[in-house]
Each structure stands twice: as C-alpha cells, then as structure tokens.
C-alpha cells in the first residue's frame, strides 16, 4: 500500500537532486539532468519511504527499555549501525545500476566518505526524532531534514566516483548553496 510518506519521500528526493543540480553544481535548466532527478524520485518512493515507515515501526516495537533516555540511545545506535549503513549501500549501488556504472566502484571511491558524513548529522536528527516526535511523523520529519542530505547524497552520487570532488567540499558547497 502507498502512504503519503513515500509520495513525500519520492518529491523531497527529487527536490534534493534539483537543488544538487542547479544550487550547487549550477548546470542551469537547459542543462538539467532530469534522468537523474526521476532516478532519485524513484528511489525515495519506491525505496526509501517504504523501507523508512517499516524501520520506524520496527524500532518503536521492538526496542524497549525501562529508561527512556537510554532506548532513544539504543534506537539511534540501531538506526545508524543497520539503516542507515544498509540504506546508503543500497542507495549507492541502485544508482549505479540504473545509470549503468560499476556499483564496487561506485561503492569504493564514495561510500566511506558519505557514511561518515551520515554520522555528524543523523544522530542529532533521530535522538530528536525518537524523543519528540510520535511515530506516525517520523518519516515525515527525516524527509524535511533530508531535503539538504539529499541534495548531498545527489551530489555525491553524480560526483562520477571522484574521491577528491566529494571529500572536504561538498558540505561546505552544500550549506553555502542553502545559505
């Protein structure tokens, strides 16, 4: 069944690939890749929200603990040592397969840059997530959050695997293009 969290999910990764392509990269319209920007659309909905609403109800249920504050710590632990590790390996290599690249090469020059990246935001974001906000929202609240990310991730990902274009810079290009 298709919930609105992943038509939002599938508009907001396509909204992140439009800000990578014209906020950051600026390749203005005539230049627009626009297979890129339903590669990432296709993701979000197909992929992303579905798996994103099933992991959310999966850690409301089954981690519990007497302590609220250390079952939020558990949550995010989980959430970011099995979601979100598997999610931008899986991320990764689909794109690579859609745009006909090899998704170990893909995987080698970006992957460890961009998991690393993953944890000086997402922590932040799901401690807040799993204390403030009821379940059935919080697919809704990493969308909005992942507009940004996901202009990232696109950025990343269309970085053709050059190690040098995606360390150090992109953040810095990310947050000056969203300033």
């Known amino acids: 069944m298709v919930q609105p969290a992943h038509g939002i999910s599938q508009v907001l990764f396509a909204t992140g690939d439009v800000l990578a392509q014209q906020a950051v990269e600026k390749v203005g319209v005539e230049k627009h890749n626009f297979n890129r920007t339903g590669r990432m659309a ?14 959310f109800r999966f850690l409301q249920n089954k981690i519990k603990l007497p302590n609220k504050n250390l079952e939020i710590v558990a949550k995010v632990a989980t959430d970011q040592c099995v979601f979100a590790s598997t999610n931008l390996f899986v991320f990764l290599s689909s794109m690579s397969l859609m745009e006909g690249t090899d998704p170990k090469e893909k995987l080698k020059s970006t992957y460890g840059t961009a998991l690393a990246k993953n944890w000086t935001v997402w922590p932040w974001v799901q401690a807040i997530n799993f204390k403030f906000v009821p379940l059935h929202h919080r697919v809704l609240v990493v969308n909005v959050v992942s507009l940004g990310w996901n202009c990232y991730l696109s950025f990343i990902n269309s970085s053709g695997g050059k190690k040098e274009e995606v360390e150090g810079t992109v953040v810095e290009k990310v947050e000056e293009a969203l300033d």
């Not at 296709?42 to 992991?55: C, E, Q, R, S």
């Open 42 to 55: 296709l993701y979000g909905g197909a992929v992303f929200g579905p798996a994103a609403t099933i992991w």
